[in-house]
T-cell receptor, first 113, second 112 residues
């Protein structure tokens, strides 16, 4: 059973295109996140949602728009893709509480040509 | 920015204990110490966390100094599959949506 799943696993596209990455968790968690890992392997938070409401939006360009249709899904839509958007994007989920362990998806490797 | 300092890399022989240090001298009283690891190309994986007391689970042990300014993650019998980047993270507990602030981590290489 996959706890946090992402689709697609690989995404290759041209500059200027619009693309979406989907994330689903079946853990019953109330909080979901998007992280970006760049070519230097630095992992940085982009967004977090709690009960479908935006909690964190870390200086991410407006071209990135997360959408949470329900608590189990947090999709990431990217407009007008740029070369610098090439990275691995990880979705994660957690349940608010004392431990707040975050479960990560397998990642989506985005390559912008 | 990450509030922790870790050595960039460490080596360990298979079957031996791997002791990964972490400095967090500015940790606040309510902040927990968390450890995650990232095996090549996979998503980060939670290992363990603690506040003041030492903790042990099926994966590892966490030793936190009395002043809480540093900690050590111990993998008692390292295997080749433990080769990964290990991240030490401090954060307050339980706040909905609080993100993990990753530093550069320690790359642990386990060899036979």
């Amino acid at each position: 059973d996959t706890a946090v799943s992402q689709t697609p696993k690989y995404l290759v596209t041209q500059m200027g295109n619009d693309k979406s990455i989907k994330c689903e968790q079946n853990l019953g968690h109330d909080t979901m996140y998007w992280y970006k890992q760049d070519s230097k392997k630095f992992l940085k938070i982009m967004f977090s949602y709690n009960n479908k409401e935006l909690i964190i939006n870390e200086t991410v360009p407006n071209r990135f728009s997360p959408k949470s249709p329900d608590k189990a899904h947090l999709n990431l839509h990217i407009n007008s893709l740029e070369l610098g958007d090439s990275a691995v994007y990880f979705c994660a989920s957690s349940q608010a509480g004392s431990v707040n362990e975050q479960f990560f998806g397998p990642g989506t490797r985005l390559t912008v040509l | 920015d990450a509030k922790t300092t870790q050595p960039p890399s460490m080596d360990c022989a298979e079957g031996r204990a791997a002791n990964l240090p972490c400095n967090h001298s500015t940790i606040s009283g309510n902040e927990y110490v968390y450890w995650y690891r990232q095996i090549h190309s996979q998503g980060p994986q939670y290992i363990i966390h603690g506040l003041k007391n030492n903790e042990t689970n099926e994966m590892a042990s966490l030793i936190i100094t009395e002043d809480r300014k540093s900690s050590t993650l111990i993998l008692p019998h390292a295997t080749l599959r433990d080769t990964a980047v290990y991240y030490c993270i401090v954060r307050p507990p339980g706040q909905a949506g609080t993100a993990l602030i990753f530093g550069k981590g320690t790359t642990l290489s386990v060899s036979s």
